[in-house]
């Protein structure tokens, strides 16, 4: 039986193909298998990959003892990896009351472009964006968030009989961590924002269910009677929105929250793209820079597939699947029926095709 995880090859000794003394397979290479990644363009040609070191790897410790080919066995590894981590995204989305259908999927990492397409059609996700930097999204978007610490405590009491007294004695203790917390990072009184939750459910369940209640806490973090009943609706709303039921009884407070937030004062400009006056379609037509074999299952063997480079495409371009754009920083996949608009804030916009009647 194939098993993706949980464990890494790291860095080092890293996967098969990195030649650093790896011998099990990894999900790299696989994809250095299925050709989706370049031997001679890894890490923007930084580095070089073995494809028949990935090759040996896999054959001897997935193909053979399944009794499959190499290439099924690497596209069975890729497969089970993107099975992985669509159920991880349905376990922070779907089973918490957010349909994914309703918004676009942005993509980072490195190996993002490798397997977002298949991530997205998973999670039946229209739209898909992924920045030509997506290698260094998560470094670029710890530049530009806000600065966050949170502070929890445990204090039980219920809607019924409402421990006063010893909630507000939790909850100052906690905004007092917050305050050391702001002054240690040095963040102005203007930049400064705590939000305050508690988690709860009702008698007999199980587990809690997190509400922010920042609205019904006073600002000495004491909750009047008042803020009570306001808490406990607000409560029946978030349950009724995540599990389409509410139950107007009395609700069991467990755990009480705060969140100190810095507020950023830089903010993020995306200089935009203009359409080329004078669209040169022969260059367009043209823009792949080489082909390589690449394997879908929508052809069931390797496909001679172009490969672009993603500093000849340009605002405007669309590029169709099946294909590969190469960035320093990270590959991307166009699956079959799948293409890739070059953005007007110089990302990579993946849909489905739409055919063309008549």
Not at 293 to 301: L, N, P, S, T
Request: some cysteine.
């Amino acid at each position: 039986m194939l098993r993706v995880g949980p464990r890494s090859a790291g860095s080092v000794p890293g996967p098969a193909c990195y030649n650093r003394g790896g011998t099990l397979p990894t999900v790299t290479d696989a994809n250095c298998v299925l050709g989706y990644l370049n031997p001679d363009f890894f890490n923007d040609g930084r580095m070089k990959l073995y494809p028949e070191l990935a090759r040996e790897a896999i054959k001897k410790h997935v193909a053979e003892p399944l009794g499959i080919t190499v290439m099924e066995a690497a596209y069975s590894i890729w497969a089970t990896v993107n099975v992985n981590m669509i159920s991880a995204i349905k376990d922070i989305t779907i089973w918490q009351g957010i349909d994914p259908r309703s918004y676009a999927m942005v993509a980072g990492g490195g190996a993002c472009g490798l397997h977002a397409i298949a991530l997205a059609e998973g999670l039946e996700m229209q739209h898909l964006l992924i920045p030509r930097t997506a290698g260094g999204l998560s470094a670029a978007g710890g530049l530009f968030s806000d600065i966050v610490s949170e502070y929890s405590g445990s204090h039980y009491t219920t809607t019924a009989q409402f421990d006063f007294e010893g909630v507000a004695k939790v909850l100052q203790n906690l905004r007092g961590q917050a305050e050391k917390f702001f002054a240690r990072n040095k963040i102005a009184p203007a930049q400064q924002r705590i939000e305050v939750y508690m988690e709860a459910h009702y008698p007999f369940q199980v587990y809690e269910l997190p509400v922010n209640i920042t609205p019904f806490v006073n600002d000495d973090f004491t909750i009047t009677p008042a803020g009570v009943q306001a808490m406990e609706e607000a409560f029946h709303k978030e349950h009724e929105r995540t599990f389409s039921i509410r139950d107007n009884t009395y609700i069991e407070c467990v755990t009480w929250r705060v969140k100190a937030i810095g507020k950023h004062e830089r903010e993020a400009v995306l200089p935009e793209a203009k359409l080329p006056e004078n669209r040169d379609l022969a260059y367009e037509e043209g823009l792949s820079s080489s082909f390589r074999k690449v394997f879908f299952k929508e052809y069931d063997d390797l496909k001679m597939t172009p490969v672009f480079h993603g500093d000849r495409l340009y605002y405007g371009i669309t590029v169709h699947g099946p294909a590969i754009i190469e960035e320093p920083t990270t590959t991307i996949v166009v699956l079959p029926g799948y293409c890739a608009k070059v953005t007007k804030h110089n990302s990579y916009c993946i849909e489905k095709e739409t055919l063309k009647k008549g």
